[in-house]
T-cell receptor, first 110, second 115 residues
């Protein structure tokens, strides 16, 4: 079954405490993996697209990496304003659609 | 990133009435638009995919006669919730993309409350 699984479901960090969010996928023919940030009551905000294993992208305190089975979103020295739900999505040729994981809710305490 | 505008952001309607939600890509031509529904603390549930000038493709379990989708131009798609009932109350989000693999950009979402 085509599936995207994110872990942990929720993550609580102290300000400055680096960590990683995981997105594992089982789809056939991955064409792109996307990371989004969603704040409560708002639509998701695009962060990164990764296309192939070994690819990495960075933006401020965030770094996304991709392997053949999973992606990680590394958060370095997070700040309270990084608190949000982070969504992972994959586009694949097996279904020619994009499916989303359930998200990781990140809480960063000052 | 590209801008997608969704309107209205909030709407309250009476049971039995219809509500239209608009989704516009402001600075790019959207060959494909998507409509999602999101329940509290849950991820996005894809309702339908629409390509400009074509009929929308609905996901299994989504009533196409209840959720009417029109993608009349490369910059505009609309979702009409017909004969709305309280159980249709939810957060509806659209997204748009150009090209087959490219990332999709999301609107701000519409909070629909049916009373």
């Amino acid at each position: 079954e085509d599936q995207v699984t994110q872990s942990p479901e929720a993550l609580r960090l102290q300000e400055g405490e680096s960590s990683s969010l995981n997105c594992s996928y089982t789809v056939s023919g991955l064409r792109g993996l996307f990371w989004y940030r969603q704040d409560p009551g708002k639509g998701p905000e695009f962060l990164f697209t990764l296309y192939s294993a070994g690819e990495e992208k960075e933006k401020e305190r965030l770094k996304a990496t991709l392997t053949k089975k999973e992606s990680f979103l590394h958060i370095t020295a997070p700040k309270p304003e990084d608190s949000a739900t982070y969504l992972c999505a994959v586009f694949y040729t097996g279904g020619f659609k994009t499916i989303f994981g359930a998200g990781t809710r990140l809480f960063v305490k000052a | 990133g590209a801008v997608v505008s969704q309107h209205p952001s909030r709407v309250i309607c009476k049971s039995g009435t219809s509500v239209k939600i608009e989704c516009r890509s402001l600075d790019f031509q959207a060959t494909t638009m998507f409509w999602y529904r999101q329940f509290p603390k849950q991820s996005l549930m894809l309702m339908a995919t629409s390509n400009e000038g074509s009929k929308a493709t609905y996901e299994q379990g989504v009533e196409k006669d209840k959720f009417l989708i029109n993608h009349a131009s490369l910059t505009l798609s609309t979702l009409t919730v017909t004969s709305a009932h309280p159980e249709d109350s939810s957060f509806y989000i659209c997204s748009a993309k150009s090209g087959r693999v490219s990332e999709a950009f999301f609107g701000q979402g519409t909070r629909l409350t049916v009373v």
